[in-house]
């Protein structure tokens, strides 16, 4: 088989859209419905101690990709440390949830940090609905998941990291 999944392999660190950072613990062959054998990662995520399996022919329809490199950290700060257009305010809850969410599910980490800073700020000003807190608390750990792989660090160290950009709980 050919094809992107040959950028991957066994430990090496990863992100999954919306399940945050973690490893490729192993490679596993299923034999599936049609008699046929399908090849799994098998990945360790990082925070809520969870197994996935993704059939390596699909990793590209996902967006698995790579961790950031430690450099672009500094990126990721400056995202952080900027603030948030208004634009958001005048587009209805529903639509801002929509497209945090598209945000979200890009697996692009600067999109999630993106996110990440303009839920925070708007919590700083005012309260979020349940379901931005939802978002926000989300972002979050995606983002401090990958910032723990990136840094070797554990979550605690990684939320003092966050910290220093916003007033969270």
Do not use: C
């Not at 050919?2 to 859209?17: H, L, N, Q, S």
């Not at 799994?40 to 996902?62: A, H, R, S, T, W």
């Not at 700060?77 to 958001?88: G, T």
């Amino acid at each position: 088989m050919k094809g992107a999944w040959r950028m991957f392999e066994t430990g090496d660190k990863i992100v999954y859209p919306m399940h945050g950072a973690g490893m490729i613990n192993s490679i596993e062959k299923r034999n599936d419905e049609n008699g046929g054998v399908v090849e799994y990662f098998i990945l360790d995520m990082l925070l809520g101690d969870m197994k996935i399996m993704i059939p390596i022919k699909n990793i590209e329809q996902v967006g698995l990709r790579h961790v950031i490199s430690e450099e672009q950290l500094a990126d990721i700060e400056n995202v952080l440390i900027s603030r948030p257009e208004n634009i958001m305010k005048s587009i209805t809850w529903n639509r801002r949830f929509n497209l945090y969410l598209e945000k979200m599910k890009s697996g692009d980490i600067f999109e999630v940090a993106g996110v990440v800073r303009t839920l925070a700020v708007q919590e700083e000003e005012k309260k979020l609905s349940t379901g931005e807190r939802r978002l926000l608390n989300t972002a979050r750990q995606i983002l401090l998941s990958e910032v723990m792989l990136v840094r070797s660090q554990k979550l605690e160290e990684a939320d003092e990291w966050l910290h220093k950009f916003f007033n969270l709980n």
